[in-house]
């Protein structure tokens, strides 16, 4: 094994000016001018079965945008994608196309280059969320009251189209700004010039919706709390937790959550004022790993190596994030699993690593050692459900593997409560699917709510009884 002799920690900020800071966090992929997308959207062949469509997890009817596109009408194509998809402009960024519509798109089949379904689909919602323009109409308000917490993507997808119903909803978020991994989580060339708090803005322009924040579930506000203020409550907490290493030295400075350091990064106004190592090395395989090395690339480290303990076809960031990577100066390294961190001085100064191999479907250890030199190392081996502000009433509210179980309604087992995103147990870890979690829930609560409406009012009265009246223990 080598051995690393005792250095001083190369970690500052401004390794870069200004101009190359913004040229490397400019926008990943620049917006389609008119002339582009309308010959883009000519290359769609509108097929009949639409297989891009039935590869959208939230269904936009992607061949009818796409021809109202060609037909110069991009107003009627954003409303086509945000009737199914609130949050179209965002994922329209950061979904991975490339492994759903247009890894569909016949003309990847036929061709090897799909249309750019997500770059026309960010063409139309920018058209009209730029334009600051709502598509959708309030109904009536209805009188009903609902609490969603969380307001990344489920919950204010959730909220969305509950108060396009006419309901009312109040969202708990305990971040001091909306959005969750929106905001937070995705790397800032993705998301650039606040785009995260544009499409906010432009979804609570419908009316009926309040947002609380730095209110966070267990801590400012309890579930029976809000099943007896509310008449339904939506869960969209997210993954708060964070998986440890298990290596020796993982406290020692210098190792760092890499989910923590995108969200500082994502929240920095100076890029320049945010220091980074000079050697830095990424633990992990996925969509967060790929994000904190090329930020790290981006900041002005010379050295930058992203370190999966499995093989490059089984890292969960797609090939494309993968070559990304790649093309912006990661070196991806793979079969090694991180053993402990070396730290000179209450510093890391290294990481050890042992080689792994498969053997069949099981990854074995080899016993032999590597050692890369490291300023910083961040970590980025997964997320995980925190229960603390559910626990009191966790007797009531029934987990599958660690996180919320739901069923196909996204009904929880607690009366009255719905959940949807990372949090529950069928949740895939993305936007797009936190989104359609949101939308499913808020049609069923819209269907229970009105459902009971009817069956509890008498002749004249034409209002709901007090907040949750409906949902003692068991009515559900």
């Known amino acids: 094994m080598n051995e690393i002799s005792p250095v001083k920690p190369d970690i500052a900020p401004g390794r870069l000016g200004e101009s190359d800071l913004a040229r490397n966090f400019d926008d990943l992929h620049p917006p389609l001018e008119k002339h582009e997308a309308l010959v883009e959207a000519d290359r769609c062949y509108f097929c009949y079965d639409a297989p891009c469509m039935e590869a959208c997890p939230t269904s936009i009817d992607v061949p009818l945008f796409i021809r109202q596109i060609q037909a110069n009408n991009p107003t009627g194509a954003a409303k086509t994608i945000l009737s199914a998809n609130i949050l179209g402009g965002m994922c329209a960024r950061v979904c991975p196309t490339e492994t759903l519509c247009e890894e569909a798109c016949v003309r990847e089949a036929a061709e090897g280059k799909p249309v750019k379904i997500g770059m026309l689909q960010r063409y139309a919602t920018d058209h009209l969320i730029g334009g600051g323009r709502h598509p959708f109409t309030r109904a009536a308000e209805t009188g009903l ?12 997808s959730c909220a969305h189209r509950l108060a396009m119903h006419g309901h009312s909803v109040t969202i708990f978020e305990a971040r001091p700004k909306p959005g969750g991994l929106n905001e937070y989580g995705i790397a800032a060339y993705k998301a650039t010039r606040n785009f995260a708090q544009a499409e906010v803005d432009f979804i609570l322009s419908i009316g009926g919706i309040a947002i609380e924040t730095g209110k966070a579930l267990g801590r400012d506000l309890h579930l029976d709390q ?14 708060a937790g964070v998986n440890a290493l298990g290596a020796e030295g993982e406290s020692e400075s210098g190792s760092h959550d890499a989910v923590a350091w995108i969200a500082d990064l994502r929240q920095t106004t100076e890029l320049g004022t945010l220091p980074v190592g000079r050697r830095v090395v990424v633990i992990g395989g996925g969509m967060t790993a790929v994000d904190a090395a090329v930020q790290a690339k981006a900041l002005g480290a010379e050295e930058v190596t992203l370190a999966y303990r499995r093989g490059r076809d089984a890292m969960n960031a797609s090939r494309y994030e993968q070559d990304l990577a790649q093309t912006r100066g990661v070196t ?11 730290a000179h001085g209450g510093h890391i100064a290294a990481i050890e690593f042992e080689r792994t191999r498969m053997e069949g479907d099981r990854l074995v250890a080899t016993g032999e050692s590597v050692v890369i030199e490291a300023d910083q190392v961040f970590k980025a081996i997964g997320q995980s459900f925190a229960p603390d502000g559910v626990s009191a009433e966790a007797a009531r509210l029934d987990l599958e593997r660690g996180r919320i179980k739901v069923d196909a309604a996204r009904r929880t087992s607690m009366a009255g409560v719905w959940a949807g995103g990372d949090c529950i147990s069928e949740g895939d870890d993305l936007t797009v699917i936190a989104v359609e979690d949101g939308k499913i829930a808020a049609e069923d609560i ?14 004249g009265a034409g209002q709901w009884p007090q907040a949750a009246s409906a949902f003692v223990p068991g009515a559900l």
Request: aromatic share 4%; charged share 20%.
């Open 226 to 239: 809000l099943r007896q203020e509310f008449d339904a409550v939506f869960l969209g907490l997210g993954l």
């Open 446 to 459: 819209h269907r229970e709510l009105t459902s009971r409406m009817a069956e509890i009012a008498t002749p």
């Open 332 to 342: 991806i390294r793979c079969h090694l699993q991180p053993k402990r961190l070396i």
């Open 145 to 156: 009251r609902i609490a969603v917490v969380g307001a990344g993507p489920a919950g204010l």
